[in-house]
């Protein structure tokens, strides 16, 4: 059978969705998924010339050293993912959350906040890396995680931000509230409430078919794969892995090697054929 007419069947059988998004989710909205150097640098030729990878442009230090260089980064980041619209995909995995299930989940590695953007309530998304949208003190003075309603104009020539925000509680430098690489002051309260959610809500389906539909989540940091198999295994679920390049999931589940949307928009085509 057609990878794509399974894929429909599987989901036309399920109770419960749960959504798996990785990186490649948001490609096709037109943003960059920092896939490699070539990728990352691609996006930031300043970086490039600097000799600075992701890895490193994505570390605390800078905003411990110098954080306007830090900001440059994420402030960049952060007008970008707020002028971005989520492609079609989100819209139709959010149809068939509301018109075919009992209830739905969305676990996500990406800080952009695309699901929030797309529609989908607050409290049915586990930011697993947390968000660009929210802040966090520096050092950290308190475990206190607020919205970021500030602008951070950048100079992209230098790639540093021109505004610094700041802890309201004790006036030292405010960051984003990612989780960054070798990062010992993210301050994980949100999140965790998050999960504990995203706990709840299997405990409550442990009992019912569920399908997890797992966008654009590659191996280079693999908890997004890991929580798909670890559904994929514990649960009466399918996950249908949908992956340009590693696609590779075991039988019985499903293995899609195709982008997120264009994957997304031909599974509806066969499910509205099933329906
Ligand atoms: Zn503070």
Redesign the pocket.
């Known amino acids: 059978m057609d990878v794509y007419r399974k894929a429909a069947k599987a989901i036309k059988d399920a109770q419960v969705l749960l959504i798996t998004a990785g990186a490649g989710m948001g490609v096709d909205s037109g943003l960059p998924d920092f896939r490699g150097e070539k990728g990352f640098w691609k996006a930031y030729p300043l970086y490039e010339r600097l000799g600075l990878n992701f890895y490193e442009m994505a570390n605390p230090v800078h905003f411990e050293r110098d954080p306007a260089f830090g900001w440059g980064f994420y402030g960049h980041r952060l007008e970008l993912y707020r002028k971005t619209n989520p492609h079609e995909g989100f819209r139709i995995l959010l149809r068939w959350a509301e018109e075919l299930m009992d209830d739905f989940f969305v676990v996500t590695s990406n800080v952009d906040g695309q699901f929030q953007k797309a529609g989908y309530p607050e409290d049915k998304i586990y930011e697993i890396h947390g968000s660009i949208h929210h802040l966090q ?6 475990n206190e995680v607020w919205e970021n309603k500030e602008d951070i104009p950048v100079d992209y020539e230098t790639m540093r931000a021109k505004y610094i925000p700041k ?1 309201p ?4 430098v405010a960051r984003p509230n990612v989780l960054m690489f070798g990062d010992f002051s993210w301050v994980g309260v949100r999140t965790y409430s998050q999960g504990r959610r995203f706990e709840k809500f299997l405990a409550c389906n442990k009992d019912k078919r569920i399908v997890v539909v797992e966008i654009g989540a590659g191996t280079a940091v693999p908890s997004i794969r890991h929580t798909s198999e670890r559904i994929g295994k514990n649960y009466n679920a399918v996950v249908i892995r949908i992956n340009p390049r590693e696609y590779h999931i075991s039988d019985p589940h499903i293995s899609i090697p195709e982008k997120g949307l264009k994957a997304l928009k031909l599974i509806d085509e066969e499910l509205r054929k099933l329906c």
Do not use: L
């Open positions: 003190c520096i050092r950290p003075c308190c802890c509680f004790c006036g030292d």
